[in-house]
T-cell receptor, first 110, second 115 residues
Framework: QKEVEQNSGPLSVPEGAIASLNCTYS??????FFWYRQYSGKSPELIMS????GDKEDGRFTAQLNKASQYVSLLIRDSQPSDSATYLC??????????FGTGTRLTIIP | NAGVTQTPKFQVLKTGQSMTLQCAQD?????MYWYRQDPGMGLRLIYY???????DKGEVPNGYNVSRLNKREFSLRLESAAPSQTSVYFC??????????????FGQGTRLTVV
């Protein structure tokens, strides 16, 4: 059974601070990882993908991957109220199923 | 480019009624998925179709059937709706399984209420 673990939150962060979202996964062979953002009442949308160990930055977002520890995180710098959403982690287990974590609900406090 | 289109957006059914949720993608993707999302439960996989002509059960298939009509279309049928099937349903597609790029594209969702 391939598993993905995320802290369900809610995670509350003051505006302008750094939000840190974490995800652990069960399959050491996973090669690519995806972070999705889902606003309330909307469908998930991709915000970051990461394929290699280390950091990948895109604007205010940084994804960090540690394959040895089976851990991937998403950092949001200078958090804005518009970042309030649920964030879903999705490791690519290389099988036919598409597996998502249960998501972390993030609230940015003005 | 419409991406993934789901119909309907909203539906209210009476217990025991049947209905089909439609999903179509115009990105030439091979693999398509149906999920349900309940509060606090994340996305739970109902059925999937890794390629045209194949369908397989996910983690919560009971009470549902699917049809991969062609490469573009993947429908989900509730034969006899139950209140426990009240949920938001999402269709998603990816280019193909077994590759590095499994970026998923989602439809806008169907909010289904069974009374």
């Amino acid at each position: 059974q391939k598993e993905v673990e995320q802290n369900s939150g809610p995670l509350s962060v003051p505006e302008g601070a750094i939000a840190s979202l974490n995800c652990t996964y069960s399959d050491r062979g996973s090669q690519s990882f995806f972070w999705y953002r889902q606003y309330s009442g909307k469908s998930p949308e991709l915000i970051m993908s990461i394929y290699s160990n280390g950091d990948k930055e895109d604007g205010r977002f940084t994804a960090q991957l540690n394959k040895a520890s089976q851990y991937v995180s998403l950092l949001i710098r200078d958090s804005q109220p518009s970042d309030s959403a649920t964030y879903l982690c999705a490791p690519n287990f290389g099988n036919e199923k598409l597996t998502f974590g249960t998501g972390t609900r993030l609230t940015i406090i003005p | 480019n419409a991406g993934v289109t789901q119909t309907p957006k909203f539906q209210v059914l009476k217990t025991g009624q049947s209905m089909t949720l439609q999903c179509a993608q115009d990105m030439n993707h091979n693999s398509m998925y149906w999920y349900r999302q309940d509060p606090g439960m994340g996305l739970r996989l109902i059925y999937y179709s890794a390629s045209e002509g194949t369908t397989d059960k996910g983690e919560v298939p009971n009470g549902y059937n699917v049809s991969r009509l062609n490469k573009r279309e993947f429908s989900l049928r509730l034969e006899s709706a139950a209140p426990s099937q009240t949920s938001v349903y999402f269709c998603a597609s990816i280019p193909r399984t077994g590759t590095m790029n499994t970026e998923a594209f989602f439809g806008q969702g169907t909010r289904l209420t069974v009374v």
